[in-house]
């Protein structure tokens, strides 16, 4: 993999060093992968000579592309939300969920952002989280392990889709890894990034359309600028946009086109068991949708001796770059980037942030997931009183309700003392549908004394229930080996469809969640055949990239996939002796 210049290149004035800022900042630098495309990095590191530990990023969304410009609302909300991230920097190098150089290499790091093959100033096609990308990002990681001013040690950090890459070049073991940092990073293509439970969810088709394609290599001019260099941050190359067509795969098309996991989806899911370096997978609570479940599953499934699981609140980004986040990046490298003692050695194998009402949070040590003494405890839906109850009804009789309603929700009365629910959450059903199938979305909510609902910042609403889960009725299936009472595995490989009338028994998943109901509070759960929404209207900002209704851009609306013929009739609870629909709830005792 040469850095040689080649005089042809359109970067080759592009790509030189400079000292700004109290850093040595080598832009464009050229990366050469095996099959001749030349990927451009930009390197932050110390003035001066010596070798330092490298944190590296590789991804899509154009290392030139200035965090507050690129991304307007998410920084507004980011800075009302943590004003500590202005302080100790000038933040005219924050990335849209990067790590900030200006806070790093005083620390003695080395900074490389690298632009994934076909996005911002790296040429190629753009096949996101294809084996293709993660060879590229396996290279990289081997490269800035050998530069002259690199120690040999590599980490990888970085939010969302920069998490997620690590799952897949992790089971590469790339020469010169030594740690993973991945935050909010999902790890199944299938059931958790293109189709929920097996429904097809926009928010894939409209990222690709808002966040990548809008930075392609070879937007040239038409693209935005860099905000430091000038430079447009899409590459100096101006392609046809019949060429970039050409130049990236139809990501949302491949989606809808692909209703059961095959070989595409297979080809981009990592082998966890493969993974051998430390890590640590951190979490949101708030983030169902795409992020939480990747975070839990990987945690538990990864190869590696030495990892570790944190879990907090708040949105998407706000703390990768809040103190106590960059806390725990800082101390986990340290110790295994630099050798030094940071305290990371007494760090828990599991640190949960216990959500309460009022985005308030109790940070807790824990040694395992799910956690150590947890009750899983199955609470009834009871058809006549509308209620959660421990105790399992007889009633035999059916409820129905239009798929594009209300849905039914069942409660428990006013708590007499707290209920804490941490943990993985599974509910049970016997459903029939008037039609071939059925969606099943199934919500966990909290409401206060007065009867209003209590939402929470999710990562990408501010008004988010506690937990939501999801299944496609035909894609019932079950893996039995991979299935636990408190996690169904579905194997999403054939579709059963149903029989008008005919009630079938669903498992559904729920993604994992945290929440201590108080006393006098209620907690509910709501059957609905369509997106959750908390009260119908938007709570996005002004010039917010999509509407925020209660489940942000993670919506399920697409007429192909959910044709209404279909999806929007009315579908049947059925309850009898022998079935007694239930939510089994991660019930903690007292710590």
């Not at 080759?12 to 990927?39: F, K, Y």
């Amino acid at each position: 993999m040469s850095t040689t210049p080649n005089p042809e290149d359109p970067y080759r004035n592009a790509c030189r060093s400079e000292v700004r800022d109290g850093m040595q900042v080598d832009w464009d630098v050229p990366i050469t992968m095996d099959d001749g495309v030349v990927l451009r990095a930009d390197v932050f590191r110390p003035i001066g000579g010596g070798r330092h530990p490298v944190i590296l990023s590789s991804g899509p969304y154009a290392k030139g592309l200035d965090f507050q410009e690129g991304y307007p609302s998410h920084w507004a909300r980011l800075v009302k939300a943590a004003p500590e991230i202005l302080e100790g920097s000038s933040n005219k190098y924050q990335n849209w969920e990067l790590v900030d150089p200006e806070k790093w290499v005083p620390d003695g790091y080395a900074c490389v952002r690298v632009d994934s093959r076909g996005a911002g100033r790296s040429p190629g096609v753009i096949d996101c989280w294809s084996p293709r990308e993660t060879l590229d990002m396996k290279l990289c990681i081997e490269w800035a392990g050998e530069q002259p001013w690199s120690s040999g040690k590599v980490g990888l950090n970085g939010i969302s889709y920069y998490a997620m890459n690590q799952w897949q070049v992790g089971a590469l073991r790339p020469k010169h890894l030594a740690a993973m940092c991945i935050w909010e990073g999902s790890s199944d293509y299938y059931r958790e990034l293109s189709r929920h439970g097996g429904i097809l969810c926009g928010f894939l088709d409209g990222w690709y359309r808002r966040q990548v394609k809008s930075v392609q290599h070879g937007l040239g001019a038409r693209g935005p600028k860099s905000k430091v260099t000038g430079e447009p941050v899409a590459g100096p190359l101006e392609l046809s946009e019949a060429e970039l067509e050409a130049n990236r795969v139809d990501l949302g098309g491949e989606a809808l086109a692909r209703p059961l996991i095959d070989d595409y989806y297979r080809a981009r899911m990592p082998r966890f068991e493969d993974i051998e370096v430390p890590l640590v997978s951190c979490s949101n609570w708030g983030g169902m949708g795409l992020h939480p479940r990747g975070n839990f599953e990987g945690y538990l499934r990864a190869g590696s001796s030495e990892k570790w699981l944190e879990i907090h609140g708040d949105t998407h980004f706000t703390h990768f770059y809040t103190s106590y986040g960059i806390g725990v990046q800082k101390r986990f490298f340290g110790h295994f980037l630099k050798g030094e003692d940071t305290g990371w050695a007494k760090q828990p194998r599991v640190s949960v942030n216990v959500r309460h009402p009022g985005e308030r949070f109790e940070l807790r040590d824990e040694q395992e997931w799910p956690l150590a003494g947890t009750r899983f405890t199955p609470f009834y839906l009871d058809p006549a009183s509308r209620t959660l109850t421990t105790t399992r009804p007889s009633a035999s009789t059916t409820l129905d309700y239009e798929a594009m309603g209300e849905g039914l929700t069942f409660s428990t009365p006013p708590l007499q003392a707290p209920l804490e629910i941490t943990g993985p959450v599974a509910a049970k059903l016997w459903l029939s549908s008037r039609t071939r199938d059925a969606d099943v979305f199934f919500v966990v909510r909290v409401y206060d004394p007065q009867g209003k609902e209590v939402t929470f910042i999710g990562a990408n609403d501010p008004r988010v229930p506690v937990a939501i889960g999801w299944l496609r009725a035909s894609q019932r299936k079950l893996d039995a080996g991979e299935s636990r009472p408190w996690r169904p595995w579905h194997t999403h490989d054939e579709a059963w469809p149903l029989q008008p009338g005919v009630p079938v028994e669903l498992d559904v998943e729920v993604w994992p969640t945290s929440i201590v109901v108080p006393v006098g509070y209620r907690l509910a759960v709501t059957v609905l055949g369509r997106d959750y929404e908390f009260d119908g209207t938007d709570a996005s900002p002004p010039n917010g990239p999509y509407p925020m209704k209660g489940v942000g851009p993670f919506l399920h609306n697409d007429p192909v996939d959910r044709p209404p013929e279909v999806f929007g009739g009315v579908n049947t609870l059925h309850f009898d002796r022998e079935r007694a629909p239930y939510v089994l709830l991660p019930v903690i005792g007292a710590r």
